[in-house]
């Protein structure tokens, strides 16, 4: 059974941190693209950071670049999105999505999402 579960969000103040956690299960970690996700009350969900599986390249958003960083753990099957100088427009409910593609073949798994909340 394929589970990616989210966790480490919370309500924070801006110019806060925070460090959301995805750990993955029943599934080959290690050769699936991971990346994160929001999607803010009215808005369609966007990308927010991605990591490959070959090479751990990286690419993000522009409204974060700089802000946050992703990464990820292979042995513990998880990845990560640190926040840093968060911004109330930072708000939003943070997907984990994993994603494998050969050739023509793809397949692709959501979290059910963990809730960031930046307000003072």
């Known amino acids: 059974q394929v589970q990616l579960v989210e966790s480490g969000g919370g309500l924070v103040q801006p110019g806060g941190s925070l460090r959301l956690s995805c750990a993955a299960s029943g599934f080959t970690f290690s050769g699936y693209a991971m990346s994160w996700h929001r999607q803010a009350p009215g808005k369609e969900r966007e990308l927010v950071a991605r990591?490959?599986?070959?090479?751990?390249?990286?690419n993000y958003a522009d409204s974060v670049k700089g802000r946050f960083t992703i990464s990820r753990d292979n042995a513990k099957n998880t990845v990560y999105l640190q926040m840093n100088s968060l911004k109330p427009e930072d708000t939003a409910v943070y997907y984990c999505y994993a994603q494998r593609r050969v050739l023509t073949w793809e397949t692709h798994y959501w979290g059910q999402g963990t809730q960031v909340t930046v307000s003072s």
């Open positions: 990591i490959t599986s070959a090479d751990g390249s990286t």
